[in-house]
């Protein structure tokens, strides 16, 4: 089973600023690595697919990168709707999710 | 408007068996592979099992050991999944989502989910 490790597991920062959230794969994964983001009592979005493509509607603020074991969610310009959970998830071989990084904004 | 509606939940005694639905709307269902999805009160997401379009082949996680059985009727544009022998770790949102393309690939729309709680 691959297993995705995220980076931090909180983090806590001011509107304006770049967040950058990691992701890592157990193996070579390519590129089939996506990222959603999931609100309180609210069904997961995605947010980014295949490492790097971005998703009509969602903002240019949120930009993804990497291939193989090592993947980066950023988020240039943090705006307080961004106060959320954030999940890589792998479809290289079945699928798997990381464990989530809650982001708070102060 | 693309929606995925689940149904089914509720609350189940140990061991005890229910059948989640997820009706679909708004695209070709034929066209897609499907997805379960739970998530644990507090938890993360945890990836359940998945079905090809054609419903030729289903994938589970291998944490369930075979409790969980998905399947799809195309006719009625309905997923379902029966849940058996069921655990107090079961207790979850279970949430209904589609994959991009036939087989597998990015979770690209999402259903507002079913919650499941097994207790006594």
């Known amino acids: 089973e691959i297993v995705l490790t995220q980076f931090p597991d909180f983090q806590s920062a001011t509107p304006k600023e770049k967040v950058t959230i990691t992701c890592r794969a157990s193996q070579n994964i390519g590129t089939s690595l996506h990222w959603y983001q999931q609100k309180p009592d609210q069904s997961p979005k995605l947010l980014i697919k295949y490492a790097s493509q971005s998703i009509s509607g969602v903002p240019s603020r949120f930009s993804g990168s990497g291939s193989g074991t090592e993947f980066t969610l950023t988020i240039s310009g943090l705006e307080a709707e961004d106060a959320a959970a954030y999940y890589c998830h792998q479809t290289s071989i079945f699928h798997t999710f990381g464990q989530g990084t809650k982001l708070e904004i102060k | 408007e693309v929606q995925l509606l689940e149904s089914g939940g509720g609350l189940v005694q140990p061991g005890g068996s229910l059948r989640l639905s997820c009706a679909a709307s708004?695209?070709?269902?034929?066209?897609?592979?499907m997805s379960w999805v739970r998530q644990a009160p507090g938890k993360g997401l945890e990836w359940v099992s998945s079905?090809?379009?054609?419903?030729?082949?289903?994938f589970s996680a291998d944490s369930l050991k075979g409790r969980f059985t998905l399947s799809r009727d195309n006719s009625k544009n309905t997923l379902h999944l029966q849940l058996n022998s069921l655990r107090a770790e079961d207790t979850a949102i279970y949430y209904c989502?589609?994959?991009?393309?036939?087989?597998?690939?990015?979770?690209?729309?999402w259903g507002q989910g079913t919650t499941v709680t097994v207790s006594s």
């Open positions: 989502a589609k994959v991009e393309f036939s087989g597998s690939g990015s979770l690209d729309v």
């Open positions: 708004g695209f070709t269902f034929t066209s897609y592979a």
């Open positions: 079905i090809t379009a054609s419903g030729a082949d289903t």
